[in-house]
């Protein structure tokens, strides 16, 4: 009888078991968002072809990207079973490192950002043994790194990187992370010093070792960036902290970057990434026979990338935003047609 039960809680769990609409976005928060998703960067990966209006290539940044442009083979709308989703791959081939990533045509700013993702590759001896180059990531800023265009979101003096998922490479998980830049007391342009504690975390480990899925909601309002957990049909507080956005310090900026508190200066639009890299730090490494972390296959699977504009958003019109031709005026209210998950 015990057998039964579980047979027939696996045929029914992908029927019952719904992604999550903006209904369900954590109660107490929903509020502060509007009631719909944006489609200038919400994408839910279910056509069969990456939506171009939408996506570029990211072809610059890193030295293992910009010869494979071109490559089709590394960005792939594949489906398993009910689940559609755009798979970015990791892929070694002739002993060079053919990496790849997408970036949003449209930038977005205040806002609560859903996805849902996974990788595969990770359970795997080898990558147990000696861990993985391969670095995928969701994360926002403000140069979309796409060449010919080489557009920015903001002035250069304070911003955000969103590291909104960040696979560690020293350990076999993610983190979440602000590497904000600002104009420091000196006047010079830097970038935060983790190790002055300057560096913001939301999440510092997230321990992964399958191929399971995870959604996650990133919570980016004008008061703080707050990192949500979607399990068991609800929405949870997943940060180690919560990172609040502060009156900044005018004679020493710094001041005010730890690991739970940023400048108000450095709220900025950003466009979103979604890559699998070769750090290139270890690229280096490898290439001086320093590192000797496998270079087994990694897929980075994204099963959608989802944008709730916080409500002092709505009537916002920033740079690279409602000029898009998928710009913000078209409106995704229909959460019926979302699929099922897995």
């Not at 595969?120 to 990558?127: A, F, H, I, L, S």
Request: proline share 4%.
């Amino acid at each position: 009888m015990k057998n039964l039960y579980k047979a027939v809680a696996l045929v029914l769990l992908p029927i019952v078991t719904q992604a999550q609409t903006v209904s369900q976005l954590p109660s107490g928060t929903k509020e502060n968002y509007v009631n719909y998703r944006d489609a200038s960067i919400s994408d839910e990966f279910n056509s069969k072809k990456l939506d171009n209006k939408k996506w570029a290539r990211r072809n610059t940044g890193n030295e293992t990207t910009t010869p494979y442009i071109n490559d089709k083979s590394l960005v792939q709308m594949e489906k398993e079973g009910r689940v559609q989703y755009v798979s970015i791959k990791a892929e070694r081939k002739d002993d060079e490192y053919r990496t790849a990533g997408i970036v949003s045509a449209a930038t977005g700013y205040y806002g609560f950002y859903v996805t849902r993702f996974r990788y595969r590759g990770v359970d795997t001896p080898e990558v147990k043994k000696k861990r993985t180059v391969w670095h995928p990531s969701i994360w926002g800023a403000r140069l979309d790194n796409v060449e010919g265009k080489n557009r920015t979101s903001c002035p250069p003096d304070f911003w955000l990187e969103l590291d909104f998922m960040e696979w560690k490479n020293g350990s076999n998980g993610w983190g979440s992370h602000t590497n904000a830049r600002m104009l420091d007391s000196k006047g010079k342009r830097r970038n935060i010093i983790p190790a002055k504690h300057e560096k913001a975390e939301m999440k510092d480990h997230a321990d992964i070792t399958d191929d399971r899925w995870q959604t996650i909601g990133l919570e980016y309002s004008p008061e703080h960036l707050k990192l949500w957990l979607w399990e068991d049909g609800q929405w949870k507080e997943y940060g180690d902290r919560v990172v609040n956005f502060v009156e900044d310090n005018n004679k020493v900026p710094e001041s005010k970057y730890t690991q739970s508190s940023i400048g108000k200066k450095s709220r900025t639009p950003v466009f979103w990434i979604l890559g699998n890299i070769v750090a290139r730090y270890i690229y280096r490494q490898i290439q001086e026979g320093k590192n000797q972390r496998t270079s087994e296959d990694m897929s980075f699977d994204i099963d959608f990338f989802r944008y709730y504009r916080h409500i002092e958003a709505v009537d916002m019109d920033w740079a690279w935003e409602n000029d898009q031709p998928t710009g913000s005026k078209q409106i995704l209210k229909d959460e019926s047609k979302l699929i099922p998950t897995k």
